[in-house]
C-alpha cells in the first residue's frame, strides 16, 4: 500500500552554491527578474552566507556562498545528466526567443540557442549563470 499524496505539493524553490553572493545576486535580479529579497541570512559555525530571491510570479531561488567552495563540472544539459542529482531548474517565459536574446546581452552564458523540445511543441534554451548552473528557459505551447 502506498502513502497518500501529501494534500498540497507544489514547487517552493530552487537552492544553488555559488562562488560570490553578490555578483550571483545581481544576476539573478538583474538578468532573471529575481528582484525582491524574501531573506537574506548566515550560517554561524560554517562559513555561510546566503539569500532568498522572487521574482514577481512567485519563484524562489535561494543562492549559498560557502566559503572554500570548489566549482562542479561544467554545466551542460546532456553532460549534467552523468551525474546523480539536480542539474538544472526551468523558467517557463511567454516569449523564448526574445527572452534567450535579452540574458544573453545581459551576460548569461549561452548553452544552448533555442529550439524545439523531443515533444515536437515546446521551445527551450539553456544558460548558464555565472557559476555554470543551467537554466533552462522554456516557452510551452497551448495543447
Same mark, same amino acid.
Given at each position: ?9 507544489? =514547487?517552493?524553490? &530552487? ?43 512567485? &519563484? ?28 538544472? =531548474? ?21 548553452? =544552448?540557442?533555442?529550439? &524545439? ?27
Amino acid at each position: 500500500m502506498t502513502a497518500p499524496a501529501p494534500e498540497v505539493l507544489r =514547487f517552493d524553490h &530552487v537552492g544553488a552554491s555559488v562562488a560570490d553572493l553578490d555578483r550571483s545576486a545581481r544576476f539573478y535580479g538583474d538578468v532573471l527578474g529575481f528582484t525582491t529579497v524574501e531573506h537574506a541570512f548566515t550560517l554561524p559555525g560554517h562559513d555561510i552566507r546566503g539569500v532568498v530571491l522572487i521574482n514577481p510570479a512567485g &519563484v524562489r531561488v535561494e543562492l549559498f556562498e560557502r566559503q572554500g567552495s570548489v566549482p562542479g563540472r561544467a554545466g551542460h544539459p546532456t553532460e549534467g545528466a552523468l551525474t546523480r542529482g539536480w542539474f538544472q =531548474f526551468g523558467l517557463a517565459v511567454t516569449d523564448l526567443r526574445a527572452t534567450y536574446a535579452r540574458v544573453v546581452a545581459a551576460g548569461a552564458t549561452p548553452v =544552448f540557442e533555442p529550439r &524545439v523540445a523531443p515533444d515536437g511543441k515546446t521551445l527551450f534554451a539553456f544558460v548558464g549563470d555565472p557559476d555554470g548552473n543551467l537554466v533552462e528557459l522554456l516557452q510551452r505551447t497551448a495543447e
